[in-house]
């Protein structure tokens, strides 16, 4: 055996051990109430769930992805995610900033930018099906709305 090969050994040894053990204690997944906000985002059920399973990843104080996700650029600058929109503080938020926030949801779903391509093609639970971005465009669209 070479000297090459007596070292290289270990340290694959080390890291297949490290990737098991992350796997392990990485399958661990967080219920929605340990990351939805108290009273959720919205009044329907259907949306809820959908923001909680593709969302919320990025988009929450308590959300987490799944080891294998959790490499994706776009989970890696998540923290940048929850600056821009944080459903975790939703109920926090004034009817304008709500307003503004559903507008964005709005265009970057129809526009197909959320959820990433870069986290979805990791992680394939938070893909969109075409009718749950259509309940979200739905809801996005009628909850902007101003009151009168």
């Known amino acids: 055996m070479t000297t090459k090969t007596k070292i290289s050994f270990p340290i694959a040894c080390l890291v297949l051990t490290l990737l098991i053990s992350s796997c392990s204690s990485s399958t661990q997944t967080t219920t929605p109430e340990a990351t939805a906000p108290a009273k959720g985002v919205s009044s329907d059920a259907q949306v809820n769930a959908i923001l909680e399973s593709s969302c919320y990843g990025c988009h929450s104080t308590g959300g987490s992805?799944?080891?294998?996700?959790?490499v994706s650029p776009t989970y890696l600058a998540a923290n940048s995610a929850r600056s821009a929109l944080n459903f975790s503080d939703w109920q926090t938020y004034d009817p304008q900033k709500k307003a503004e926030e559903l507008k964005s949801i709005e265009q970057s779903v129809s526009g197909g930018s959320m959820p990433?391509?870069?986290?979805?093609?990791?992680?394939?639970?938070?893909?969109?099906?075409?009718?749950?971005?259509?309940?979200?465009?739905?809801?996005?669209?009628?909850?902007?709305?101003?009151?009168?």
């Open 116 to 148: 990433p391509g870069d986290y979805t093609a990791l992680d394939h639970s938070a893909r969109l099906t075409d009718q749950q971005k259509q309940t979200l465009l739905t809801w996005a669209s009628q909850s902007a709305l101003p009151a009168h």
């Open 65 to 70: 992805a799944p080891w294998y996700a959790a």
